[in-house]
C-alpha cells in the first residue's frame, strides 16, 4: 500500500484512475517482491551485549563504514538506526518530490531569522535530512558529484594529512561502479564499485538545450568530475538501472548476510557512554520499542548520524561548548565547538522561465499511467530523472578567479518550475506568497534553475534546544550573514537571467514569470537589489549541511575531530560523516560523504588491524 499512496499522491479521484493504480501496484509488486531489500533488522533480544564496533547512523557515510568494518570476520558490528527500511516506492527517483517531509525524513527546519526564508512558514525553511536506513541518500536529488579538486588540497593545507584530492581520489574510485564506458576508461572513474553510478535514460528536449546555451555562453561542456570542473554537464547519478542506488542499497544489501553484522532499526541513540575519569568512550545508550537498552563496544564507537544529529548526540553526551552544556546541566567531559561551523549552499529560488510547450511538469511525470507502466517495465521513464535535474554547471562570477578551475556558483537546471503544490508543500511556502506568484501558472510548460554559493563565508551553529534527546536541536544557518555570500549569489542569479536569452532556449518561447515577489514589487526588475530581495524571500537549501564536527589539528581551537577522525580528548570515539568537513566543498556533498565513509573505514581498519598483528 506504501507504494500506492506514494506514486498516486498527485493523482485525482475518478474512478479509472483508482482501478489503474491497483493495477500498477500489483505490478510494482511482481516486479519486484523477490528483491531483497536493504539489510536484516535484528531483534532487541538477540542483540549482543558488547560489539567490537558499534555505528550510529546507517546513512550516506555510516552504511558505508558498517559494511566494510563488517568485511573483517573477526570483528562484530552493530549498526543503529533511527529509521526504518526502504521499499520499492522509496527508490522511484522522481518521487524525491514528495519523500521529504514524511516519515522518512526527520522534518527539521531552521529557526526565524528576517534576513532570510521570508517566504516561507513562519519564516523557517525545511532541512530534509533522511530517516531511514541510506539516510539522506535515500531521499535525495541522487546527483554524483565529488566537487573541485582544490577543496581537498586546502583541507590538507589546513592541518589534515591525507585529505589531498590525489588522497581521496582512490575513495571516490574504489565506491563507483559507473555505467557509461566512455567515462569509465578515464583515471577518474572505476566499474566494479558498490555504488553504481548512471545518466538517465530518459531525458526533455530542455536537457539538450541548456548544454547549447553553455556553449553559447562560454562553457564546454564536459564531466565536471574529471580533469576540470567548470563548465556545463547533462549530470550522472547513484541510480541503478533507473532506480535509486542508496547506500543502504549499495552496501548494505550486500553484506546482509554476514554473520558478524547486526542491523537493529528504529533504535534511536540518546547517549554515549564515556567513562568520565578516563574519557574512553565504551558503548552507547538507545531506545526501541519503549525500552532503554544499552550495548557496549570493546574497540570503538563511530557517530555517523550527519551534521545535524551527530553535533546534538556528541553534546547530549557531555562533549561541546561548555557553556552551552551547562545551560542544559549537561557535565562537561570535554569541552569543544561542537555544532559551529555550520555550512550549507543555499541558492536563489524562484528564477521560473515558462515555455510554449508543456515539455515537462511535476505532477503529469507522477500521475501519468503510461510513465509508470513505462518504469515498471524499464528505466526509459519521465520518473527516472533525477527529481528534474535534467542539467548542471559551475561557473565563474567575476568574483572567482578563471584560472584556478575553482568555480564559485554552481547551477542545478530543472525541466520543471516552482509552480506545482509539490513544490509549495516541499519549501513550505505561504499560501499568500504561492498563490500571488505562481497560483495562475498551475500546469504551465516552464523550466527553472537555482543558482547556489559553492563555498559561502556565513558560518551557522547547531544548538540544542534542551537536554532531551527527543527534540530538534536549533539550527541557526546564518544565510548572508556576510556581505560577499549576497554579492556572489546576485552574480549568479544573473547569469541564469542572460542563459534564459541564449538562443538555445529561446527557441521554447523561453520567458521569465512575469509576476515579482509581492516583497519584490517595488525594486526595478533586473538590479541588483531586485535578485537579492528574491534571494532573502525564497532561498532554497540545496541541503548540503557539513562542518559541524570540523576536522582539523588539536592547535584548531574550532576542531572537533583530528584528521584521523577521532574526537580530541575522547579515546575509543570517532565521527564519520559530512560534519567533519571543515570547509564546504564545490558542489553536492553526497558522494563526498560516501568518500568519507570509505576512507574513515580504512582508518579504523589500519589501526586495528595493525595492533591485532602486534598482539
Known amino acids: ?315 547530549l553526551s557531555g562533549i561541546g561548548p561548555k557553556e552551552h552544556l551547562s545551560e542544559h546541566g549537561i557535565p562537561v567531559i570535554e569541552d569543544l565547538r561542537v555544532g559551529h561551523n555550520l555550512q550549507d549552499h543555499v541558492g536563489v529560488g524562484g528564477l521560473m522561465f515558462l515555455v510554449n510547450e508543456k515539455i515537462s511538469s511535476i505532477e503529469s511525470k507522477m500521475s501519468n499511467i503510461s510513465y509508470i507502466l513505462e518504469y515498471a517495465m524499464s528505466a526509459d521513464s519521465p520518473l527516472s530523472t533525477l527529481e528534474t535535474v535534467e542539467g548542471m554547471c559551475f561557473i565563474n562570477t567575476k568574483y572567482a578567479n578563471a584560472s584556478e578551475d575553482f568555480p564559485d556558483i554552481q547551477l542545478h537546471f530543472l525541466s520543471s518550475g516552482f509552480n506545482s503544490e509539490i513544490f509549495r508543500k516541499r519549501q513550505g511556502l505561504t499560501r499568500e506568497f504561492y498563490d500571488a506568484v505562481y497560483g495562475k501558472l498551475n500546469g504551465r510548460g516552464s523550466w527553472s534553475a537555482i543558482p547556489s554559493l559553492l563555498r559561502p563565508k556565513s558560518r551557522g551553529v547547531i544548538k540544542l534546544r534542551s537536554n532531551n534527546p527527543f527534540d530538534h536541536p536549533l539550527i541557526y544557518p546564518n544565510y548572508f550573514k556576510e556581505p560577499e555570500d549576497m554579492a556572489t549569489l546576485v552574480e549568479g542569479a544573473k547569469f541564469v537571467f542572460e542563459l534564459s536569452k541564449t538562443d538555445s532556449l529561446k527557441r521554447y518561447g523561453s520567458e521569465m514569470n512575469p509576476t515579482p515577489f509581492p516583497g519584490c514589487k517595488h525594486i526595478p526588475m533586473s538590479s541588483d537589489s531586485f535578485w537579492e530581495c528574491m534571494a532573502r524571500y525564497f532561498p532554497i537549501s540545496i541541503s548540503h549541511p557539513v562542518g559541524t564536527c570540523k576536522m582539523g589539528p588539536k592547535s584548531d581551537a574550532k576542531a572537533v575531530v583530528d584528521s584521523r577522525l577521532r574526537v580530541h580528548g575522547v579515546a575509543g570515539l570517532r565521527v564519520i560523516d559530512a560534519s567533519i568537513m571543515p570547509n564546504q566543498i564545490s558542489g553536492n556533498t553526497n558522494a563526498p560523504t560516501i568518500m568519507i565513509g570509505e576512507k574513515g573505514a580504512d582508518m579504523i581498519k589500519e589501526e586495528w588491524l595493525r595492533e591485532q598483528s602486534l598482539d
Open 1 to 315: 500500500m506504501d507504494v500506492i499512496r506514494i506514486i498516486f499522491a498527485g493523482m485525482g479521484s475518478q474512478p479509472i484512475q483508482s482501478m489503474l493504480s491497483m493495477l500498477i501496484s500489483v505490478l510494482l509488486y511482481v516486479v519486484y517482491s523477490n528483491v531483497p531489500y536493504s539489510s536484516t533488522n535484528v531483534p532487541s533480544k538477540s542483540l549482543l551485549p558488547a560489539y567490537d564496533f558499534i555505528v550510529v547512523g546507517g546513512g550516506s557515510a555510516g552504511a558505508v563504514v558498517a559494511s566494510r568494518l563488517s568485511e573483517i570476520e573477526d570483528w562484530n558490528v552493530l549498526l543503529l538506526e533511527a529509521g526504518g527500511d526502504g521499499s520499492v516506492a522509496y527508490d522511484i527517483p522522481s518521487l524525491a518530490e514528495i519523500l521529504q517531509q514524511t516519515k522518512i525524513d526527520w522534518q527539521y527546519t531552521t529557526e526565524p531569522n528576517n534576513r532570510y526564508c521570508r517566504a516561507m512558514e513562519n519564516g523557517r525553511c525545511f532541512w530534509p535530512r533522511g530517516k531511514l536506513l541510506g539516510g539522506s541518500s535515500g531521499i535525495n536529488s541522487m546527483l554524483y558529484v565529488r566537487g573541485a579538486k582544490k577543496d581537498y588540497d586546502i583541507w590538507e593545507q589546513q592541518g589534515n594529512p591525507g585529505w589531498s584530492y590525489q588522497d581521496v581520489l582512490p575513495y571516490f574510485l574504489k565506491s563507483e561502479d559507473n555505467r557509461d564506458q566512455s567515462y569509465a576508461k578515464t583515471p577518474y572513474h572505476s566499474i566494479g564499485g558498490y555504488l553504481t553510478v548512471e545518466e538517465p535514460q530518459w531525458r526533455t528536449p530542455l536537457a539538450d538545450a541548456f548544454i547549447q546555451a553553455g556553449k553559447e555562453m562560454g562553457y564546454e561542456s564536459r564531466d565536471i568530475n574529471g580533469e576540470r570542473h567548470t563548465g556545463f554537464m547533462i549530470p550522472q547519478g547513484t541510480t541503478r538501472d533507473g532506480s535509486r542506488c542508496s547506500t543502504a542499497k549499495a552496501f548494505l544489501r550486500p553484506a546482509r548476510r554476514r554473520k558478524n553484522f547486526h542491523v537493529a532499526m528504529e533504535a534511536y541513540v540518546t547517549k554515549i557512554l564515556i567513562d568520565s575519569s578516563s574519557k574512553k568512550a565504551y558503548g552507547v545508550e538507545f531506545v526501541r520499542d519503549g525500552k532503554t537498552l544499552r550495548v557496549h563496544a570493546n574497540k570503538e564507537v563511530i557517530v555517523s548520524g550527519g551534521t545535524i544529529n551527530s553535533p546534538q548526540l556528541l553534546m
